[in-house]
């Protein structure tokens, strides 16, 4: 028996768009990305020149400070452009595709026969080393490090968030050899999945997890609610998190010896003309997605959910760890004594001073005007109903301003990432950013504290 | 609307960084940002926000703060209208008590809010919205005849030394309107204490009829006259002399019900600082000494400004506990106080001020053990978690 964890906190953001269980095949896209901004803690250092021919798996960059992690063109074909910011710090590396795709070959192997060294050796070599995040921090996995336990969520309760049962239709074999290999780097691997799994569900099958049910609102789906509720992580204590869909690719690299990060992405949003899903290679460009868009409101095209998405624009690239794209109206208008408004039909709020809450069902078309200014910390208790963690969020944050590094780690820093606090910017009164404070203190945690 | 927005759109170079008054920034700011809210998208973090600011907020308590105020110009008309002997009607008697009451706002809102405007400029801030609401507290829990001079001098000391300096709304330790309460209690006792200033037209005693008294039926429990308070209804109607808002129970609970109702007034608050009282009530009746120890309960929870307190004043967010288990702690020590200090220090008629800020005091100190236990329970994990790896 899967034992249930019901979570009471948390909010579910009904909004308008959500995705059909129809799975929609679009053409190659004409360029492919991967942007070293996707993963947090890395210095990357360029291993490729415009104009240099690659295969689907070869580096195009690889971590400075751990040269072993490499980060692989997810296409064949022709570097054509290196992306340089401020300080020539490196934005993104562009693969154009040509031909038909080559990739570089790996020898197919039995997982059971290899040692761990083994498997992290091919991770590394291959370019799927980066599916692993750390917690804390939300970081990459450091190769060296023994992690507590790998812990996998198999749903999404984001809004909008895609169906991870139906993304995963007819990849059970290569999910289970990505969990056997995972199964070498640690001995405890947690399958995190809602009560909504279906009856035929490939997770039904999975071998080798510790499966849990969780019950209730976003973010019960966030892999770091689920770490807190079934193992926290303690000072010192590493775990890592991976994306089912890597789970996926890790084991096609095994099975069949390529790095195939293809997978199925929600295209989701009230602007989007039929919501649905296509298979779609990680890296790629959005563009020819525009079909199925409205473009008539100049919407947002996020990489991601609305809570923690990127703004990419319609030209923009699916983003590393990404499954889904949401397409959102922009808010860039003003509302004429919209604050002193009870009715605003169309804004959705949690507070029972607007009538929401007399429409549960009701679906939103959202947009991204922030409703007001930013004002200091005044309203209580609003963050602390959306986070089922047994964590003070605001003093965590406050914590982080003053840059009181021991108190954020009393306050339980290691235990969040952004997207785990994102609800709590949602809701915010005071229109505080949230998340980008988060990072600014789990920056600030990582230069203090070194390697230890 | 969109002429006025052309307006605006037209003087707004004039107000930002190269134009002629930049020096009015924050001031175009506020009144642009009062007329529309601004036209801002999200930048980084979530992409789509709640409908709800901090403009909203204090909106709703401002309309839950309406009752009250309705109740206490019609009060003060109704009170002038017993002390000088003459019947008036309903409408005569609202019209002379707005008359009264309209300059006491005026005079709040023009000084609290043009302090604001000087802060937000000096600091570069946006003009806060929390003084939309101390700026109707002040009035209300201020006698009527207070002289206009000591409501602004009062109001300023609250916003520069009750707010500004510890950096504007949301730092503040104390909560302003009782703050300048607390400064006309303490520099100007006169106009706030006594039996002649609750009831418009007393002091100066113009055709004021032979015997009456002005006395709020506090004074009369504080000086032991208990035979004076008026029946209980009359107290929980409002029918009495005292602060042009506190007066009325019922039309606090109507204001409690919009707060609780729409989340923005802790209710736990309410209902601990109420369970203090009725606890630390029935207790003094229980040992009872003394004739205002033998007081029922109950008459506690309408003399005086109890129930404004509790409900508008004990719930500001900002200088009470912020955690929610601190919240009952707060609330309750509040209850407590205030029946202390009202049966056992004949100083201080009004116990329920001295009570609230008191524990504003307090309140960091409450949350921070509150917090202190969650740190502990997060070292015991980890102490546990060590121990099961040996």
Redesign the interface.
């Known amino acids: 028996m899967p034992n249930i964890i019901s979570i009471r906190k948390g909010l579910n953001i009904s909004l308008k768009g959500s995705a059909e269980k129809v799975l929609s095949k679009i053409p190659i896209s004409s360029d492919y990305a991967v942007k070293p901004g996707d993963f947090y803690g890395l210095m990357p250092k360029l291993t490729v020149n415009e104009g240099d021919q690659v295969l689907a798996g070869a580096p195009l960059f690889v971590d400075k400070n751990n040269p072993g992690i490499r980060f692989v063109s997810p296409v064949s074909g022709t570097v054509s452009r290196i992306l340089r910011g401020d300080k020539r710090k490196l934005l993104s590396v562009t693969v154009t595709p040509s031909g038909e795709q080559r990739h570089v070959q790996h020898a197919v192997a039995d997982i059971k026969a290899l040692s761990r060294d083994d498997v992290v050796q091919r991770m590394l070599e291959s370019g799927a080393w980066p599916f692993l995040k750390q917690r804390p921090y939300g970081i990459l996995a450091n190769p060296a490090d023994n992690p507590k336990a790998v812990f996998i969520s198999g749903f999404d309760s984001a809004p909008l968030g895609p169906d991870i049962d139906f993304a995963l239709t007819g990849e059970g074999e290569a999910f289970q050899a990505g969990i056997d290999a995972l199964r070498k780097l640690s001995d405890t691997i947690h399958l995190s999945l809602n009560n909504q799994v279906s009856a035929n569900s490939i997770f039904r099958k999975i071998k080798g997890v510790k499966t849990h049910t969780f019950v209730g609102p976003h973010p019960a789906g966030n892999v770091g609610i689920q770490i807190h509720h079934l193992s926290p992580i303690n000072k010192g204590e590493i775990v890592w998190a991976i994306e089912p869909q890597h789970v996926v690719s890790l084991g096609r690299l095994f099975l069949k010896g390529v790095y195939d990060v293809s997978k199925v992405v929600a295209l989701v949003g009230s602007e989007v003309k039929k919501p649905r899903y296509f298979r779609i290679i990680s890296g790629a460009s959005i563009a020819p997605l525009q079909s199925y868009i409205d473009t008539s409101s100049n919407p947002r095209y996020i990489s991601g959910n609305v809570l923690t998405g990127a703004n990419i624009g319609a030209g923009g690239h699916l983003d590393f760890y990404s499954t889904m794209i949401s397409v959102i109206p922009e808010g860039d208008y003003y509302e004429f004594l919209g604050w002193a408004n009870p009715l605003r039909m169309k804004k959705y709020s949690v507070s029972r001073s607007y009538l929401s809450w007399i429409f549960p069902d009701k679906e939103y078309a959202l947009d991204t005007n922030v409703n007001g200014g930013q004002r200091a910390f005044v309203m209580t208790g609003e963050y602390e109903k959306v986070l089922p963690m047994d964590i003070y969020p605001v003093h965590l944050l406050k914590a982080i301003l003053s840059e009181d590094v021991d108190r954020m780690e009393q306050l339980g820093i290691y235990e969040v990432i952004e997207e785990d606090l994102a609800l709590c910017e949602f809701v915010c009164t005071s229109k505080i950013d949230v998340q980008h404070i988060l990072r600014r203190g789990i920056n600030l945690m990582i230069k203090e504290m070194g390697d230890a | 609307?969109k002429f006025?927005?052309d307006i605006l759109d037209k003087v707004k170079p004039a107000f930002e960084k190269d134009g002629k008054l930049k020096m009015f920034h924050a001031t175009f700011e506020a009144f642009e940002?009062f007329?529309?809210?601004?036209?801002?998208?999200?930048k980084?973090?979530?992409?789509?926000?709640?409908?709800?600011?901090?403009?909203?907020?204090m909106?709703?308590v401002i309309v839950a703060l309406l009752p009250t105020l309705l109740f206490g110009m019609w009060n003060v008309g109704y009170q002038h209208a017993l002390a000088t002997g003459g019947a008036a009607a309903f409408g005569e008697m609202l019209w002379f008590g707005f008359l009264k009451v309209l300059p006491l706002i005026v005079v709040s809102y023009v000084v609290g809010l043009g302090i604001e405007f000087i802060a937000a400029q000096l600091r570069g801030h946006?003009v806060?919205?929390?003084f939309l609401v101390t700026g109707m507290l002040i009035p209300l829990i201020m006698p009527v005849d207070c002289p206009l001079w000591i409501v602004g001098l009062a109001t300023a000391f609250a916003v520069i030394i009750g707010k500004e300096v510890f950096?504007?709304?949301?730092?503040n330790i104390f909560n302003p309107a009782l703050l300048a309460r607390a400064f006309v209690f303490f520099a100007y006792p006169s106009q706030i204490s006594g039996t002649k200033v609750w009831v418009s037209g007393l002091g100066s005693g113009e055709g004021v009829i032979d015997g009456f008294s002005g006395a709020t039926p506090l004074a009369y429990a504080g000086a032991g006259e208990f035979s004076q308070i008026p029946s209980f209804s009359d107290l929980f109607f409002g029918f009495i002399p005292g602060s042009i808002g506190e007066t009325s129970t019922l039309a606090i609970l109507l204001g409690a019900a919009i707060l609780i109702?729409?989340?923005?007034g802790?209710w736990k608050v309410m209902l601990a600082c109420t369970a203090g009282a009725v606890g630390t009530g029935l207790l003094c009746n229980a040992v009872a000494v003394n004739a205002y120890m033998e007081l029922p309960v109950y008459y506690h929870l309408v003399l005086g400004g109890f129930a404004f307190g509790a409900v508008f004043m004990a719930t500001d967010?900002?200088s009470?506990a912020?955690?929610?288990a601190g919240k009952w702690i707060y609330g309750f020590l509040i209850g407590v106080l205030a029946i202390v200090i009202r049966v056992f220090n004949p100083g201080y008629p009004e116990g329920m001020m001295l009570a609230i800020l008191f524990m504003n005091a307090f309140a960091p100190l409450i949350?921070y053990y509150i917090?202190g236990a969650?740190?502990k329970?997060?070292?015991k994990?980890?102490k546990l978690?060590?121990e099961e790896k040996k």
Do not use: C, W
Request: proline content about 3%; charged content about 25%.
């Open positions: 609307m006025l927005r940002s007329l529309f809210v601004p036209n801002s998208t999200t980084k973090g979530v992409h789509v926000r709640d409908a709800n600011d901090l403009k909203h907020v909106t709703v946006e806060n919205e929390g950096g504007g709304t949301g730092m109702y729409t989340g923005i802790s967010p900002v009470g912020q955690t929610e949350d917090v969650n740190i329970r997060r070292l994990r980890a978690s060590k």
